[in-house]
């Protein structure tokens, strides 16, 4: 039997080739939309991709089971659990085979057996793996976002994400069940998870990309759990604010995400085509590095860097109904091609085309004015803090914020700020913060993007504040602290 992990590390995200030796089939679980790293193991491995299955209906990024049925013919195997709302709608058109809990399917002489896991959500299933040529019973499991090395799939997305009410507490029970059952398996059993160390999807997953059942019994916090109220009570304290796009990757991968084909690498424009674009509605998006950013920009562009959680941050402010155009360090074709994969994985698929920092240029002697960013240093944003002069908004997780913070800041957590943007003051200048800046200098570019102006950033941040020895309030204060600390309503 072959394995193989492909990991995107901006998503934090694992799937696997599950290949057949003797017959030359092979299994891809839980693929993203770039197909591409699929059809290369395969062709290196002399593989035929002849089968292709899913955990469950994916939320922080779009499915690429359609994409591999589309270009090699690899028969789908869904999940049929859950419920009439949890189905795939576009199974039929892709003769799929619906799943049930105790159902197998054969690769070669390897045996997929599903297990339904509810938890995480209603139709979960994880698939037991069996190589039947050395063994009766299955080495390993695919778990996808229902046990992680060190933590467990969140049960409250649904209710978070996808406004389904009243469902959290109810998925909290479901998955206390389905790992009590779990726990009954044998402990050589090998985990291999759906996400690693950085996914919303869990609070405290690690980064070890395997592990066994019988470690995750004696290490995993999800595994110590004896009591369901205790259990309850723990998994939905402390969870990560998730980004407003996962409710958008629900309807997708649940209704079928439009097919991509081979496709081509996306246009290089003419400078003149942005002043278009922008009088169309377009949206320009500064994938420069950081510090070109900050030296100069095309006024209203986001800023995300293409690097690190590019597509996180993309699918989490950026529009989904308008035409994107990006701003590049240069006009390298296979950047361009990455930067729209990085788009697509969370579908956003209107890139109209891309720019070279010749736009920028252009745009200058044009006598168009460029955009920078302001910094106010943090002895200057304390004495307009204490006069309410500015609004400072901390752009980091709730978790975060309730950690440490500036006080009076308000928390914007940047995976929700399209949809609380209305809940900022817009009657003073807003000064953005987070830990290390990254994440300011975006939420700054979606501020200013969508209409709010002035908006500068705090220098160096919250380590500069804390360096500086200016006030912070942290979890231990409470509400009598320095100073009061509003927070943007979570509803």
């Known amino acids: 039997m072959f394995i193989e992990r492909v990991y995107d590390r901006g998503l934090a995200q694992a799937s696997y080739v599950v290949g057949c030796a003797a017959t030359g089939e092979a299994l891809v679980v839980d693929p993203i939309r770039d197909i591409q790293p699929y059809l290369e193991i395969a062709r290196r491995e002399g593989f035929e991709l002849t089968h292709v299955a899913e955990t469950h209906i994916h939320a922080d990024y779009v499915s690429g089971a359609r994409e591999l049925w589309a270009r090699t013919g690899a028969r789908p195997f869904l999940s049929a659990e859950g419920g009439k709302d949890w189905q795939y709608a576009f199974a039929d058109e892709m003769g799929a085979v619906l799943l049930h809990d105790g159902d197998t399917f054969e690769v070669g002489n390897i045996l997929i057996t599903a297990r339904h896991t509810p938890g995480h959500t209603p139709e979960h299933l994880t698939f037991l793996v069996t190589d039947t040529v050395a063994a009766d019973e299955p080495m390993g499991a695919f778990t996808g976002d229902f046990l992680f090395v060190g933590d467990a799939g969140r049960p409250d997305l649904l209710e978070k994400a996808a406004s389904v009410a009243n469902t959290m507490e109810a998925g909290a029970r479901d998955l206390f069940a389905s790992l009590q059952a779990f726990k009954e398996l044998p ?58 796009y996962f409710a958008e990757m629900k309807r997708i991968n649940r209704d079928g995400p439009p097919l991509l084909g081979e496709g081509t690498p996306p246009p290089f424009l003419e400078p003149e085509e942005l002043v278009r674009l922008n009088g169309e509605g377009g949206v320009i998006v500064d994938a420069r590095p950081r510090s070109e950013y900050e030296k100069g920009h095309i006024p209203g562009s986001y800023t995300i860097p293409l690097e690190g959680s590019f597509s996180t941050w993309a699918g989490s402010v950026l529009p989904f109904d308008r035409p994107l155009v990006l701003v590049l360090p240069d006009l390298d074709p296979d950047r361009a091609r990455v930067a729209a994969r990085h788009l697509e994985v969370v579908g956003l698929d209107r890139l109209e085309g891309v720019v070279g920092p010749e736009a920028l240029e252009w745009w200058s002697r044009e006598g168009r004015r460029l955009g920078t960013v302001e910094e106010v240093p943090p002895l200057e944003l304390d004495k307009l803090r204490q006069s309410g002069e500015a609004v400072v908004i901390d752009i980091r997780n709730p978790s975060e914020w309730e950690n440490r913070r500036i006080p009076d800041s308000l928390n914007l957590p940047l995976g929700r700020l399209p949809e609380r943007i209305g809940d900022v003051p817009d009657d003073r200048p807003l000064v953005v913060y987070c830990g290390t800046g990254a994440r300011a200098l975006v939420g700054l570019g979606a501020l200013r993007a969508r209409g709010r102006d002035p908006v500068l950033h705090l220098r160096g941040d919250l380590g500069a504040w804390t360096d500086a020895g200016l006030p912070v309030v942290t979890a231990s204060d409470g509400d009598g602290s320095e100073a009061s600390t509003a927070q943007v309503s979570h509803g």
């Open 187 to 244: 402990d050589h059993l090998q985990i291999w998870p759906g996400h690693g160390a950085g996914s919303a999807c869990g609070k405290s997953l690690g980064a070890v990309p395997v592990s066994t059942l019988g470690y995750e019994k004696r290490f995993n916090w999800a595994l110590q759990h004896e009591d369901e109220e205790a259990f309850v009570s723990d998994i939905l304290a402390g969870q990560p604010e998730p980004p407003m």
